[in-house]
């Protein structure tokens, strides 16, 4: 039974930084592509990071540069380092994966998600 679970959202200032986990089990995890999308209230769902098995990592544009998507196979556990965190940032943040790689665009249709955990950003 795959399960993900994450941690480390919370409430951060304008500029601040988080780094979320995501633990998982179930599956074989090293093989999998794994990722993040968030949404905020009244908004769509966004895909915001994704890493493959070989480690290749695809970002949002809105995230490029600030955020960093990293995996340690060992602990079967997915990060997603967020740095210079902006009020647009605000959303609920889910980790996710699938049995093949979804376009960035479309990793929340993953058949596997986490429940989420909260992230706000204020000034």
């Known amino acids: 039974q795959v399960q993900l679970m994450e941690s480390g959202g919370g409430s951060v200032q304008t500029g601040g930084s988080l780094r979320l986990s995501c633990a998982a089990s179930?599956?074989?995890?090293?093989?999998?592509?794994m990722g993040w999308f968030r949404q905020a209230p009244g908004k769509e769902r966004e895909g915001v990071a994704r890493?493959?098995?070989?480690?290749?990592?695809t970002y949002a544009d809105s995230v490029k540069g600030r955020f960093t998507i990293s995996r340690d196979d060992a602990k079967n556990t997915l990060y997603l380092q967020m740095n210079s965190l902006a009020s647009e940032d605000t959303a609920m943040y889910y980790c996710?994966?699938?049995?093949?790689?979804?376009?960035?665009?479309?990793?929340?249709?993953?058949?596997?998600r986490g429940q989420g955990t909260q992230v706000t950003v204020s000034s």
């Open positions: 996710a994966t699938d049995t093949w790689c979804w376009n960035l665009s479309r990793i929340y249709e993953s058949k596997y």
């Open positions: 179930g599956f074989t995890y090293s093989t999998y592509c």
């Open positions: 890493i493959n098995g070989n480690g290749i990592t």
